[in-house]
């Protein structure tokens, strides 16, 4: 009989020896409830780290894996039905938005007619108010040393490109034309020193505004604007009507996709309604 059991128990030691060594080729440093933590997710936390520093974080972490490991233990034991139907939901609810989300890309058409945009821009324009200024335009930034910078400003004024262009490549320490796109004013200030409020009065009344600071000179020359409250142009708008569009549209896509389903299943038998 004590040759039997050693027998056995010589089994089972050889059996744990040889989980122990995949465990440790797998590179698990810790288990609970079959469920591993692996020496690579704890390397990843402590790159950088270096002795006892590296060991207290490691601990932690294993700490407070195993506590939490072992509290999700306990409160899986205990059925719940409710945990159950919400967790279900969820799932179906992923898989739903994620099918939904394919269908959209693979098959809902994505382009905005012209006329389409002009209609809605036409009978919703309340919705395209300006809550800040926008411009075209162009910057020039100069040292404040620079020469002929009244010669810039009538430049500038005249919109006399060539002469710009030529002086802002000998003299500027900044140069941008943007007079075939909108920036709005809170772009504008992170090239331009200068406080909201002061901008905004600015452009009420000028298209050429100045301002120094103890190194350099900003002008900005405007050479086309829309003011705060005011309509925004039909092509600023454009995105934004575009995403009405396309959110009513994904909306109608969705909701006929549904409806078609649910006509062939009734077609093909796979509902049965019963009395």
């Known amino acids: 009989?004590?040759?039997?059991?050693?027998?056995?128990?010589?089994?089972?030691?050889?059996?744990?020896?040889?989980?122990?060594?995949?465990?440790?080729?797998?590179?698990?440093?810790?288990?609970?409830?079959?469920?591993?933590?692996?020496?690579?997710?704890?390397?990843?936390?402590?790159v950088g780290l270096t002795g006892e520093d590296s060991i207290h974080v490691e601990q932690q972490y294993i700490s407070q894996w195993a506590k939490d490991l072992l509290?999700?233990?306990?409160?899986?034991?205990?059925?719940?039905?409710?945990?159950?139907?919400?967790?279900?939901?969820?799932?179906?609810?992923?898989?739903?938005?994620?099918?939904?989300?394919?269908?959209?890309?693979?098959?809902?058409?994505?382009?905005?007619?012209?006329?389409?945009?002009?209609?809605?821009?036409?009978?919703?324009?309340?919705?395209?108010?300006?809550?800040?200024?926008?411009?075209?335009?162009?910057?020039?930034?100069?040292?404040?040393?620079a020469p002929k910078i009244d010669k810039l400003r009538a430049w500038m004024a005249k919109q006399d490109m060539d002469a710009i262009e030529?002086?802002?490549?000998?003299?500027?320490?900044?140069?941008?034309?943007?007079?075939?796109?909108?920036?709005?004013?809170?772009?504008?200030?992170?090239?331009?020193?200068?406080?909201?409020?002061?901008?905004?009065?600015?452009?009420?009344?000028?298209n050429q505004i100045e301002k120094a600071d103890s190194v350099k000179t900003y002008l900005l020359q405007v050479t086309d604007k829309k003011l705060r409250g005011e309509q925004m142009p039909i092509d600023y708008a454009r995105p934004r009507i575009e995403k009405i569009v396309l959110n009513t549209r994904q909306v109608e896509f969705l909701q006929k996709e549904r409806e078609r389903l649910y006509n062939e299943a009734i077609q093909k038998g796979t509902i049965k309604f019963y009395e």
């Not at 059996?15 to 933590?37: D, H, R």
């Not at 179906?92 to 994620?98: I, N, P, R, S, T």
């Not at 320490?173 to 004013?185: N, P, Q, V």
Request: hydrophobic share 40%; charged share 30%; proline share 2%.
């Open 166 to 206: 030529k002086y802002a490549y000998q003299n500027a320490a900044g140069y941008e034309l943007f007079d075939d796109r909108w920036r709005t004013t809170t772009d504008l200030l992170g090239t331009i020193p200068m406080d909201r409020t002061e901008l905004e009065s600015l452009l009420k009344t000028k």
């Open 71 to 145: 509290i999700y233990g306990q409160a899986k034991g205990r059925k719940n039905e409710e945990i159950e139907r919400l967790v279900e939901d969820y799932r179906k609810a992923l898989y739903v938005h994620a099918y939904e989300e394919y269908l959209v890309e693979r098959r809902m058409p994505k382009g905005v007619a012209d006329s389409t945009v002009a209609q809605i821009y036409q009978e919703m324009p309340d919705r395209f108010i300006l809550d800040e200024s926008i411009v075209r335009g162009m910057i020039v930034v100069v040292p404040n040393d």
């Open 1 to 46: 009989m004590k040759q039997i059991i050693s027998v056995v128990l010589a089994g089972f030691l050889l059996v744990g020896c040889t989980a122990l060594e995949k465990k440790q080729q797998a590179g698990s440093v810790a288990e609970v409830n079959g469920q591993y933590l692996y020496r690579s997710t704890l390397d990843s936390l402590t």
